[in-house]
């Protein structure tokens, strides 16, 4: 299924990940603190697919917190140490398109035509790695076909749709899983609402425009709701846990619904 705006976004061209080239992870602090399986699942993924992987401990943020609240000047040390830390490696692969888009599109604004800028084109999501890199657009996951056809819906932040223009990369691989079919959610280029602090200055739009998603997501009929970006899911995701009928909606990175 086409996105009704797809043809708004931007396109990139993508490098072609060569066999036995290493890829570093990039973990997002919310990944490390509160969705670690989501991490763990990338990395079974990427190692079933024999890509060699390294985890560079000295990584910390990206600065996405602190640029978009307008501290630019404390968002540049961030940048220049995760420059440090990632500068070595070709291939930097999150399960973050917020933080993806961080670095491939906002180092630039932060410091134009800098090295962190540079090597934030190296930095991807994992599925438009997988799709547009790694040329993988089906997986055959240990659960696959078991029992009935699970209904899953899609939700796709914005910085990965308006930045980064990820769309048909996630689609693809949702519905080429055995077992499962995707439902479509209505407005489904909506904001949810979080907008990393804009949730905490203007709470009451914030809020409402999550219910608005619950609602979609309600209306969809899924099962399970997958995201490429559990930051939305932290806000819309307490949001369902308080509505009797969607809290037990699972909520899940679309990795771990792929190994």
Known sequence: MSDPVLRSYPKWDY???QQGETAALFIPCFIDQFFPSAGKAMVKLLENEGVPLEFPPEQTCCGQAAFNSGYWDEAKPVME???????????????????A???????????????????????FDISEF????LGKTSFSPASAGAGKPKKVALHIGCHGRRE???????????QNIPGVEYVPLNYMEECCGFG?????????????????????????????????DLSCVMHFGGI????PAAKNIPLVHLVELLV
């Open 15 to 17: 490098p072609k990940y």
């Open 81 to 99: 140490h995760f420059y440090e830390v990632f500068k070595s490696y070709k291939w930097i692969i999150t399960p973050s398109t917020s933080c």
């Open 101 to 123: 888009a961080m670095a491939r599109v906002f180092y630039e604004q932060l410091a134009p035509g800098s090295d962190a800028a540079k090597l934030g084109q190296r930095v």
């Open 130 to 133: 997988l799709v547009n890199c």
């Open 164 to 174: 980064l223009g990820i769309v048909e990369q996630p689609l693809t691989l949702l």
């Open 196 to 228: 990393g602090t804009f949730s905490v200055k203007m709470p009451g739009t914030s809020i409402a425009m999550g219910k608005r998603k619950t609602e979609n997501i309600l209306a969809s009929g899924c099962d399970v709701l997958a995201t490429l």
């Open 240 to 243: 369902m846990r308080k509505d």
